[in-house]
């Protein structure tokens, strides 16, 4: 695993740290993900969950921990979170840190199935977000579905959000939705000080993004590690 950290420019600290997997000489994840199929898919999503839990709690992480999972790949949802929940026991990870990640743009061809799901992790102090929000056929329309705690908005609409004061606008849509609806916001993909400043200029507070921190495999930034923006940069965050 490799652990990139979310942050929040409010108050200039990590707020949590997203789990990516790789391969054992540090390979991107496609050369992982190539590898996985419809055989191995659950073995697959089982292993990348203990992975993340134990590199994270053996690195001393004390903040939220995001891990993507494959919503086909869990067949009963009480069954296959044993696993995790082990994991987290044995290693003394607190599970009120953990968060499962779904991505928008994933076919789910079962939504009751899915929403079961996220019921059962719920029950056990799981938070849930959104992955890729923005980028996926269902939009707003999976959002009402799946309830979830936190979304993340994808690259693609952060990119020059500072030039585009369209994507700026939408942005701070989806800032004042989220407030509406009590859904915390994270931006991902952001890559220069100035996408930050415009974000923050529009109430983002929690932002994802090379120009933070590149992911670190199998290891992981500090606050001392990032480079806050200025204070002078005025904040409009309601």
């Not at 003394?92 to 009751?112: K, M, N």
């Not at 719920?122 to 890729?132: E, M, S, T, Y």
């Not at 693609?156 to 939408?170: E, K, P, Q, S, W």
Request: overall charge negative; hydrophobic content about 45%.
């Amino acid at each position: 695993m490799a652990f990139q950290p979310i942050v929040d420019i409010r108050n200039n600290r990590i707020d949590a740290y997203e789990a990516l997997v790789r391969g054992p000489q540090s390979e991107g994840a496609r050369y992982v993900l190539d590898q996985v199929t419809a055989e191995n898919m659950y073995s697959f999503d089982q292993a990348c969950r203990v992975k993340a839990i134990e590199m994270a709690a053996g690195l001393g992480v004390d903040r939220q921990l995001s891990i993507n999972f494959l919503p086909n790949a869990v067949y009963d949802p009480r069954a296959c979170i044993r696993a995790t929940l082990e994991a987290a026991g044995r290693t003394g990870f607190r599970l009120d840190l953990l968060t499962f990640e779904i991505l928008e743009s994933e076919t789910v061809t079962d939504t009751a199935h899915l929403l079961d799901i996220i019921r059962e992790y719920r029950k056990h102090g799981f938070k849930i977000a959104l992955d890729d929000f923005g980028t996926g056929h269902s939009g707003l329309a999976r959002l009402a579905d799946l309830r979830p705690d936190i979304v993340k908005v994808d690259r693609a609409l952060v990119r020059d959000c500072d030039r585009d004061g369209t994507r700026l606008a939408i942005l701070s849509a989806i800032v004042r939705l989220g407030a509406e609806i009590g859904v915390k916001v994270v931006v991902e993909g952001v890559e220069r000080a100035e996408e930050a400043q415009a974000l923050r200029s529009v109430g983002v507070r929690f932002i994802q993004g090379f120009y933070f921190a590149k992911p670190l495999f199998e290891g992981i930034a500090h606050d001392g590690d990032i480079p806050w923006l200025a204070s002078e940069v005025p904040s409009h965050a309601s």
